[in-house]
């Protein structure tokens, strides 16, 4: 798969509160990016993806909820609107972590199943892996297992989603005992047991630099993505503010605290 064109403005913004630096919190919004790309397997009409939604909404007559829980029915809200021919169940959810946030406190990290639930409501799948924010419950992955159409990378893996070879690798690189790191020669050794198996898509929330000053991120990362095949990663963690870039005959497409709707060009 290859994505061909983003719209340079958002089709959609979702306002949310966020954590600020030194406590307190502030009003933002996250942007939804219309777009095209080739390569959708037949049994797919659109392919959403997201990264780092970390807010709270304020939801009318049901109080707080996830930014996620609100950005999963705006987006099916999106395509019947704007795609009135596409069908939410032939639609793929790919996220790729940190879908927590406490208004209150910045860098918190919690329970991002609600996130999950709301997006499998939505579409006809939802797959993805955890962020170094994403503290999944006892039992959490068992539900998602059970659930039907959702897809947990819990540990590195290949698996055939809706006709796609979809890769997942969660965390960051960090320290041995905190929640979701590994050390860097562990990560980068699991990335090249994915690539060697030439998925269509790699999820990561952790992603590789790119192009420009401006494009941070694992420089050895973008070393092994530069020389691995062709494919579409997809990650979060750092916020690049051009999301899309091109590492050999990689895309790499950064969705940090934004989402995207492609539909097939």
């Not at 009318?60 to 009135?84: C, K, N, T």
Request: proline share 9%.
């Amino acid at each position: 798969m290859r994505i061909l064109k983003i719209e340079p403005e958002p089709a959609d913004r979702v306002p949310y509160r966020s954590a600020l630096t030194g406590g307190g919190s502030a009003i933002a919004d996250l942007p939804v990016y219309a777009g095209l790309i080739e390569g959708l397997p037949p049994g797919l009409d659109a392919l959403v993806v997201a990264s780092d939604l970390q807010g709270v909404c304020e939801a009318p007559g049901s109080g707080p909820r996830l930014l996620g829980e609100e950005l999963a029915e705006r987006l099916a809200l999106l395509l019947e609107y704007e795609f009135p021919r596409l069908e939410p169940r032939r639609t793929l959810a790919l996220l790729c972590g940190d879908l927590y946030a406490d208004p209150e406190v910045r860098g918190s990290s919690g329970d991002p199943l609600p996130v999950w639930r709301a997006f499998a409501r939505a579409f006809g799948a939802a797959c993805g892996v955890a962020g170094n924010h994403d503290l999944l419950p006892p039992g959490g992955e068992a539900e998602l297992d059970a659930c039907g159409n959702a897809e947990f990378f819990g540990s590195p893996g290949v698996r055939d989603v809706s006709g796609i070879a979809l890769a997942g690798l969660g965390g960051i690189v960090g320290r041995e005992g905190r929640p979701n790191r590994m050390p860097e020669e562990r990560f980068l050794r699991e990335v090249d047991r994915l690539l060697a198996r030439r998925p269509d898509v790699l999820l990561l929330h952790q992603g590789p630099s790119g192009q420009g000053g401006d494009r941070r991120g694992h420089e050895e990362l973008r070393r092994r993505l530069e020389a691995g095949p062709p494919l579409l990663v997809c990650c979060g963690h750092i916020h690049w503010k051009r999301p899309l870039a091109e590492l050999g005959q990689a895309q790499v497409l950064n969705a940090d605290g934004r989402a995207f709707v492609f539909t097939r060009a």
